[in-house]
Structure formats: structure tokens, C-alpha cells
């Protein structure tokens, strides 16, 4: 879900701390944040809400909510004041409602407001929206998408002057039923799919989506405001029947409390009223469906118990404390609690979903393990394992890397019943095969990713119909621009010898149509020949701790060679800083490939330094007059200096 950082500081008098911070607490502690985005003077926050918090987290406020327990920070109600109603003239229409069935749709309420204003929303309602990707559409519209992005209620608004009376049907459409829908779908319906209807006419996609019937335009006087609570298995099985799946939809097949229905009614109108009001508006009476009351249910849970579960040291007047910064209700008796769980909270439902609740706030990291020497058995070895790591262990000091292909192929002894993709029908019979196309991709990123030499491997399954086998592969591709390095061939008879030597064993392998610079090794016949390990001994490398991931740019890069004299004793880094100067953010590589020291006549020495420079931006393609521009910089600035001169 995207989240706006200005937003959630809209809730707090004191502001937030900086969205970095605020994306790690919510890790830590609540839920994922995948990755933050600047966008026009806000962050916005891609936050991954797992099920057991959609209930009350696919909103600002619920996010918000998060915050104030997790930083003790108090917090407000709403993002933004609710303007007050009470002057607003009353409208004597109300709209009827008949529900079929009170499982499909737990509660309806509806409302009329007359006389209203079509117009742009207002900048700071049109910010909100775009910031998050949404689309301003008109002010009215925009005020729903406002609510459910609030609040999490999704929310719906009808032209009362395109229908026939006021008449809201919640009932299972007919056969062959159809309904366009806002985004211009035309959908056909069976006797599954929950509609609002009037006068037998589909006016929505109950939960899902809106129509056309009743749509909202600059025209629209008089309107009818939605807000429901639908069964959600029925609403996630439409959506997937009908292939639709829209923000309402996914809050509503993750469950949402009825009680939110009038809360939201009430924003929703009053925002109506603010930003799309006359003299002559007037706003009717709420008109509630709601038979089958949803209870408001208490966990009781003591200290000791949170003690026992969590295996941590925490007091009575802690947990106190964790309740207020929650803002949850409870009576205590000594160390027992009994907690009134709120309405949205759909996920308290035992006291161990209590206790984790208790301990989110607690803190994760404050938990602190124990150290219990205890006698074991001694732990059995793996040969597979083992010697696979042995030989990974081997290549990687050797220079080659390890990859991870696809099991699909496009030929195979075993197909697939259900193929992902015409090119994957069948599963791989071999590892050569894909091993000489990942060596020709990465042969053309050579120079991006530093690597003159490609050198990789795979250990992986193969499928045959004599089943299944464990091989591994080796492939090595020189780009035809690297010169003077060892070939292909000696590449893999060197690292075959080293694989031998190390293993104590005489190493069979394949070759596959023809290729010189693959060998394929069957792995399970090469076990047989090893004798069984005693103890895990192989330390793969490790990352370097001060490691960092960058994005890499999708735009194509260009390779350049530059080449300067300079007088024998001037150092290498003199050169490249020179280069890197006057490439900027364009030069994203570069590597010296060459070195030599030529005397001349006068009996003096010069040094040539040889250079591989990789030019990309980040945002656009480079064109041939942009590379030429900067190589000619870096020429001029290395001819400038004293008694240096280009190649």
C-alpha cells in the first residue's frame, strides 16, 4: 500500500521523525516498508501489509495508528479538521433500502444530499491523491477515494437524478445480466455477483466497482452516498471471477468491521459539504441496514502469562503502559487484565494475539537470547551438501560465479502439463543448454559489471525420464573487445585441474553441441568417487560487511577507450582523476587495460596508461553527440597538462 509521509504527519502535533526512521520502525516492528519514493515534496512509503493488519492498516489512519504506539507519540482522530454540519439545511429524502441477503451485505447505509456542486477539488485534496497515484477526477469523486484512503472504508457516491426514485437494492444479479462499468468494461454477470441496483437495473458491482447508470458528471445535482460492509469471501470470489480487483475491493476481502460504515458516512459528508456545497444544499438524514450488530468482544490475559509466552522480563505497570500508547480499554485486577478489543482490530482474537500485540510495542530488539550449553548428538553430514559447497568454495577463489537458472526450458524429456510460456514447456534435460545463453547475456554486460572475463556456474537439478539428476556446469566467454587474456578452453582445463587436485579425484565431463567454453559435470556419479566428510570444514565467502546495493540503470550504455602519454613517474590515479572529473555522473565504470613505458629518442621515458571507460545515464539513452562531448573534455583536459599528450 502506498502511504503518504506528509499525511501521516497531518495526525501528530509533533512532527514525525524523518522517513527513514519511520520506514524503520515500521519494519522492525509492524510492517514491511518495501521502499521509499520522492514525489513533489513528499515521501511516499510502499508499505506491505500482511492480512492479520489489513483489517485496520490499508489506511493513513491505521498506519498512523502504528506510529503513535510504536514512537509514544499522541495522535489526533483525523488528518485534517471535520468542518461542522449543523447549519447545513435538511433534506427530507432518504433513500430506501432493501438487502436480499444480510450475509452478503452485513450493513448499508445511505444518504441524500441535494444541490451539490460538480468542480475541481480543492489543491490540497488533488496533492493527496496524485501524490499517491490516484487520479483527481472531480471533487466528489476525490472525497471518496479521500475517506477510504483515510479511514480504509471504501465509499461510493450515486446520481440520484440518473435513477428512478431513491430505491438501493443489495441483491445477487441474474443470469446474463450486464453492467459497464466506470472504466468502461462491459461486464456480464450471473446469479453470484452481488450488485446495488434500482429498479432491476445494476448500478454497481457490489464491493468492486461502480457503473455507468449512475455515474457522476458535471450535470449531477442531487446524489446518494454509500456506505456498506459486504461479506468478504463473496466480494474476493467476484473479484477474481470478473477479473476486476480495485482499492475497494482488496480492503473489503480483507474483512473490515461494520462499525466503520457510519464513522465514515459522517466524514464523508461533511467533506462533501466543505468542499462541494451551495446555499441551497441540504443533507438528509442516514438511513442504517444494520441487523446483525457486531459485538465488541475482551481478552483476558495476565502478566504472567505475557512473562510465560514471550520468555522476557516485563512488569504490570509496563504493560499498563503499552495499553495507553495502544489506546486500548481494560480493567485490571492485580496483574489480570481484561481488554476490551476495538472494532477494527479483527486480529485480536486469543490472548496470544494480545501478548504479540504487547510485544510489537515492547520491542523485538530488547529481547535478548540465553546461551544453554546443552549435549547433542553428534550432527550428520551431508555428502551432497557438503561437497557442492567445496566445490563452490573452489570456483569462487578461482574467479567464477555462481548463477541460478530456470528449471523451464524450451525443450526436454519431460513436459509440462501447464507451461508457464510457449519457450517453457518442457523441464531442462540438461545445464549446458541455458548455460551458453547466460554466458552470451552477460558477455554484453561485461564492461558494465566489470568482469572481462565471464566466468560462472551452476549446480542444479536436471529431469530426465530416468529422473532426476544432480549435475553442475561451467562456462566461460571472453568478449571479443578483451585481448591478451587466457583462452576460453585453457580457462576450464586450468580450473578442471584445480577442481582434480583439490578433490583427489579424476573428473569426467560432457561436452554440449559443440561448445568450447562449456563442460558439463555429472555431480551424483562424481559423489560415488569422494569419500564421505567427518565435519563441515567449508567457509564460503562472505559479503563484505560495508557491502551497498545500487540500482542499475535500464538505458544503454556506450564503451570508450582512451589512451594518454605522460612522463614516466606520474602515477595512474593522477590520470583517472582527471577523467572522472570531466565525465561527471556519466562515467558509471572504468578500468586501466593497459600499461607500458616507451624511451624516446632524447633519451627520456614516457608511460601510457590505457583506459575502458563505460558512459550511461540514469535517464535518458546517451546520444553520439553527448559521448563525443565528453570524451572530447577529457582529451583537452589530459592534453593540457604539461608534457602529456592523447593517443
Known amino acids: 500500500m502506498k502511504v503518504s509521509y506528509n499525511w501521516l504527519n497531518q495526525y501528530f502535533d509533533e512532527k514525525l521523525p524523518p522517513v527513514e526512521k519511520v520506514a524503520d520502525v515500521l519494519t522492525m516492528n509492524s510492517s514491511e516498508v518495501e521502499g521509499v519514493e520522492r514525489v513533489d515534496g513528499d515521501y ?19 498506519i498512523a495508528q502504528e506510529l503513535s ?62 501524490n499517491l497515484g490516484q487520479r483527481s477526477i472531480n471533487n466528489l469523486v476525490d472525497a471518496t477515494n479521500f475517506v477510504m484512503l483515510e479511514l480504509g472504508q471504501p465509499m461510493h457516491v450515486f446520481d440520484a437524478g440518473k435513477i428512478g426514485g431513491c430505491l438501493i437494492e443489495i441483491k445477487k444479479a441474474i443470469n446474463a445480466d450486464e453492467i459497464k462499468t466506470l472504466d468502461g468494461k462491459q461486464v456480464i454477470l450471473d446469479d453470484t455477483v452481488l450488485t446495488i441496483s434500482n429498479s432491476g437495473k445494476a448500478l454497481a458491482i457490489a464491493g468492486i466497482k461502480g457503473g455507468t447508470l449512475a455515474e457522476i458528471d458535471e450535470k449531477t445535482k442531487n446524489i446518494i452516498l454509500e456506505s456498506a460492509n459486504f461479506d468478504p469471501v463473496l466480494i474476493r470470489k467476484t473479484a477474481q471471477k470478473i477479473k476486476i480487483q480495485t482499492d475497494a475491493s482488496k480492503r473489503y476481502e480483507n474483512d473490515l468491521t461494520p462499525e466503520l460504515c457510519w464513522e465514515a458516512m459522517e466524514v464523508l459528508t461533511k467533506l462533501i459539504v466543505d468542499i462541494a456545497s451551495g446555499d441551497e444544499t441540504k443533507v438528509g438524514h442516514m438511513v442504517d441496514a444494520y441487523d446483525n450488530v457486531a ?39 492485580g496483574d489480570n487484565f481484561t481488554v476490551k478489543i476495538p472494532f477494527e482490530r479483527l486480529d485480536l482474537q486469543i490472548k496470544e494475539d494480545l501478548i504479540e500485540e504487547i510485544l510489537k510495542v515492547y520491542g523485538y530488539g530488547q529481547i535478548e537470547g540465553e546461551k544453554k550449553l546443552t549435549k547433542t548428538a553428534g550432527a550428520v553430514i551431508n555428502k551432497n551438501f557438503y561437497y557442492a559447497n567445496k566445490i563452490k ?15 523451464f526450458a524450451e525443450k526436454g524429456e519431460i513436459e509440462l502439463a501447464n507451461s508457464v510460456a510457449p519457450d517453457k514447456k518442457f523441464l531442462r534435460a540438461n545445464l549446458s543448454a541455458s548455460m551458453a545463453e547466460y554466458l552470451d547475456f552477460n558477455a554484453r554486460y561485461s564492461e558494465l559489471v566489470d568482469m572481462p572475463q565471464i566466468k560462472i556456474f551452476e549446480i542444479s537439478k536436471i529431469f530426465k525420464k530416468s529422473g532426476e539428476q544432480t549435475h553442475f556446469v561451467l562456462g566461460v566467454k571472453t568478449p571479443s573487445a578483451n585481448k591478451g587474456l587466457l583462452k576460453d578452453v585453457d580457462v576450464l582445463v586450468n580450473i578442471i585441474k584445480s577442481l582434480e587436485s583439490e578433490l583427489k579425484i579424476t573428473i569426467t565431463f560432457e561436452k554440449f553441441q559443440n561448445l568450447q567454453n562449456v563442460i558439463e559435470i555429472d555431480f551424483d556419479k562424481m559423489l560415488v568417487g569422494l569419500p564421505e566428510p567427518t565435519a563441515y570444514d567449508v567457509e564460503l565467502p562472505m559479503a563484505p560487511s ?57 633519451g627520456t621515458s614516457k608511460t601510457s596508461y590505457a583506459f575502458r571507460l563505460v558512459l550511461q545515464s540514469f535517464d535518458h539513452t546517451l546520444s553520439e553527440e553527448e559521448i563525443t562531448g565528453v570524451m572530447e573534455k577529457i582529451t583537452a583536459k589530459l592534453n593540457a597538462q604539461k608534457d602529456w599528450q592523447v593517443r
Not at 393 to 407: A, M, P, Q, R, V
Not at 548 to 555: A, D, N, P, T
Open 69 to 130: 504506539a510504536l514512537l509514544d507519540l499522541p495522535m489526533k482522530k483525523y488528518s485534517r479538521d471535520i468542518p461542522d454540519i449543523d447549519k447545513v439545511k435538511k433534506s427530507d429524502l432518504k433513500p430506501q433500502i432493501r438487502i436480499e441477503d444480510k450475509n452478503d451485505c452485513r450493513r448499508y447505509i445511505g444518504r441524500v444530499i441535494e444541490n451539490i456542486k460538480i468542480n475541481p477539488s480543492p489543491e490540497w485534496l488533488k496533492k493527496r491523491l496524485e
Open 295 to 333: 459485538s465488541r468482544h475482551s481478552l483476558d490475559i495476565s502478566t504472567e502469562q505475557v512473562v510465560k509466552v514471550l520468555g522476557i522480563k516485563i512488569s504490570t505497570e509496563e504493560i499498563i503502559d503499552i495499553f495507553r500508547r495502544m489506546n486500548f480499554e481494560y480493567e485490571i485486577n
Open 546 to 602: 560495508n557491502m551497498r546495493f545500487e540500482k542499475i540503470s535500464v538505458y544503454p550504455f556506450s564503451v570508450r577507450d582512451v589512451a594518454v602519454f605522460v612522463p614516466e613517474g606520474t602515477e595512474e590515479r593522477e590520470v583517472w582523476r582527471i577523467i572522472e572529473e570531466e565525465a561527471g555522473l556519466l562515467l558509471v565504470k572504468d578500468r586501466l587495460f593497459d600499461v607500458f613505458t616507451k624511451k624516446l629518442p632524447d
Open 44 to 62: 511516499i512509503l510502499d508499505i506491505k501489509i500482511l492480512p492479520n493488519m489489513a483489517h485496520s492498516c490499508l489506511c493513513h489512519r491505521g
Open 393 to 407: 568454495k573452489i570456483l569462487s577463489d578461482n574467479g567464477f560465479s555462481e548463477i541460478y537458472g530456470y528449471t
